[in-house]
């Protein structure tokens, strides 16, 4: 905004405000249930944009499964409680709530202070920091504007429950993330995987958080689909080979960067940046560089792109390292993705409360006799002791020896089990120490994890190609979506109304369906607004079918393109194989002939 439109009061209308216009008018996404006045933070993809998005979710199943080899799984989208108590997510996946006094609106509170103030990453702060914060900045609703400060900012947990069967049912909960799906499921996907590492699980799926305040569209909201890679690697035997991607240059925003007083994001390649140890972790930098060129070959605008590492006090607890890959939008920067090294926190976790088995066996290269802690306990005393808990006190007691063996140096041990100390006599336990000759060790795998949110991958991609000029002193509004995501790649039109025009429009619609492409027909209105119907929703190509084609042998048909409006006469009977060949990337349109 200039600064005589801000003298003036003036509003110039932001991309977002336009494409969100264009997204309820042509069909690629709006707010659900409209009919009964809509819902906050659930969205409807509409014809153009459900195309889109799975297009978006076959170019990542392409690049990050096949490409990579992994496997891809599809798990329920409800869980068990117990898979959350495991995971942490009952009593960790909360954001910072404020209700307003006056209106009663809830609010995000960091996004209160993100908004109204310099602090650009509030959500990393603790919550007496934020409630200083409002009351310093003397921050107020943004629903009516009664005043915040002296407001209490409380933890909100964020999954919707649910009740699994009838009467005293089991609890569960929708899942917060897809990556629950695949680390439950470890025992079994390490069998398929033949009990070798490294191996990777992708999903492609929903998954859902009761967010305070959903906002901007499909950025924020309660229901989002998730494409995210677990690859599993053994943390002292697999390095990735970064050979292939050592060269790919990306703009990385470090977290020294952000706590600079002059900080900011600079251009580098993976391998100089793993070299300066600016990114520490080779599997997370490996990805970094697989994602970058895939993000730019879905048309992610790379002048508006970046990586920005987690600061310390945003980083999960388990994360050893953390970079977000970003868009930017409206001179915002919004993330679209996750990069993260979550260690063997998982696996460890749904062991430890499962009672299954989350390893695999690494075989020595020759056998080994080697010292082991063991205990085998005295049930005659336990069981008394500890009734119905006895068997959790055998698994603390073996946790205890494999740990620290000078636990059981003395006369008793002590144990904490739920929140209470407890002492056992030493001679109860059955503790010693063996030789044992071993040919190999299990192994707890640790979680390299590419997470991608596939709903802003969309939006960032619609954003981005998002175009206005001018075509014959009249305005254009288009999408410049690269061909291999574009909801349709070529609409097909007869010049008129016509029996025999239509005929064979329809006749080339066909053959181009059936050479695999995607077509629409039409046949409305006259065809300058044909084409700028097809402009608005990025179909790449128009073929027009006109008297020329159906009364001259080897006639052709008018092709022209979407984003230069040029346009080229071509053979009907080549026309499949030459489109084929130029959404395949073999051909650019400007190489045919006149």
């Not at 919707?160 to 899942?175: E, H, K, Q, V």
Request: glycine fraction near 8%; aromatic fraction near 10%.
């Amino acid at each position: 905004m200039s600064e005589q439109q801000q003298a003036d009061g003036e509003r110039t209308e932001s991309t977002s405000e336009k494409l969100v216009e264009l997204a309820k008018r042509r069909g690629y996404f709006f707010q659900s249930s409209g009919a009964y006045g809509g819902v906050g933070g659930f969205y409807t993809f509409g014809p153009q944009g459900a195309a889109l998005k799975g297009n978006v979710e076959d170019a990542w199943r392409e690049r990050f499964a096949l490409a990579e080899g992994n496997m891809e799984i599809d798990a329920p989208t409800i869980m068990p409680e117990p898979v959350f108590e495991a995971s942490g997510h009952l009593d960790g996946f909360d954001d910072m709530l404020v209700e307003c006094p006056e209106c009663g609106e809830s609010h995000r509170a960091d996004h209160v202070v993100e908004d109204n103030t310099e602090y650009e990453d509030a959500e990393s702060l603790p919550i007496p920091e934020v409630e200083d914060v409002i009351a310093e900045y003397e921050l107020v609703c943004p629903n009516c504007g009664a005043g915040l400060a002296g407001q209490a900012v409380d933890s909100f947990n964020l999954m919707f429950a649910t009740n699994i069967g009838p009467g005293d049912s089991d609890p569960g909960y929708l899942r917060p993330e897809t990556a629950q799906g695949i680390f439950v499921e470890f025992p079994r996907l390490k069998e398929y995987a033949r009990n070798q590492l490294p191996f990777g699980v992708t999903q492609i799926g929903r998954a859902y958080r009761n967010e305070i305040s959903p906002r901007r569209s499909i950025i924020r909201t309660r229901e989002f689909t998730q494409a995210e890679l677990e690859y599993f690697i053994d943390p002292e035997a697999d390095d990735p080979d970064l050979s292939s991607v050592a060269d790919v240059e990306v703009t990385l925003y470090p977290a020294s960067e952000q706590n600079a007083e002059d900080g900011k994001a600079f251009e580098t390649t993976i391998g100089e940046a793993v070299e300066e140890d600016i990114i520490t972790d080779l599997w997370v930098a490996y990805f970094l560089g697989v994602a970058k060129p895939w993000y730019e070959s879905v048309g992610v605008d790379m002048d508006r792109f970046r990586y920005r590492q987690h600061l310390s006090g945003e980083r999960a607890h388990y994360a050893s390292d953390c970079w977000d890959a970003e868009s930017e939008i409206d001179g915002n920067w919004i993330e679209m993705a996750g990069f993260a090294h979550r260690g063997n926190y998982d696996l460890s976790k749904h062991a430890e409360h499962s009672g299954d088995r989350f390893t695999i066996f690494r075989q020595y290269d020759e056998p080994k006799t080697v010292e082991r802690a063991t205990v085998d306990p005295d049930m005659s005393y336990l069981g008394p002791e500890f009734g119905g808990d006895a068997q959790a006190v055998v698994q603390k007691l073996e946790d205890l020896a494999a740990r620290d063996r000078s636990a059981f140096d003395g006369e008793s041990v002590e144990i904490s089990l739920e929140g209470e100390t407890h002492e056992i006599p030493v001679e109860k336990t059955g503790f010693s120490v063996e030789e044992q000759t071993e040919a190999g060790e299990h192994v707890t795998p640790h979680v390299v994890e590419p997470s991608f949110g596939v709903d802003r991958t969309v939006y960032t991609v619609l954003h981005h190609a998002y175009r206005e000029d001018e075509v014959a002193d009249e305005e254009r509004t288009f999408l410049e979506l690269e061909p291999e995501v574009a909801p349709t790649f070529v609409g097909v039109f007869p010049l008129q109304s016509d029996d025999e025009l239509e005929s064979e429009a329809t006749g080339i619609a066909e053959a181009l369906r059936e050479a695999g492409l995607s077509v629409t027909y039409d046949d409305s209105g006259n065809i300058g607004r044909r084409y700028r119907r097809q402009d608005e929703v990025g179909t790449p190509f128009c073929v027009t079918v006109d008297y020329e084609s159906i009364e001259q042998e080897d006639g052709g048909v008018t092709v022209r393109e979407r984003d230069s409006t040029d346009q080229k006469r071509l053979p009907i009977d080549d026309l499949p194989e030459t489109l084929s060949a130029i959404r395949a990337g073999d051909l650019e349109f400007k190489e045919l002939g006149e």
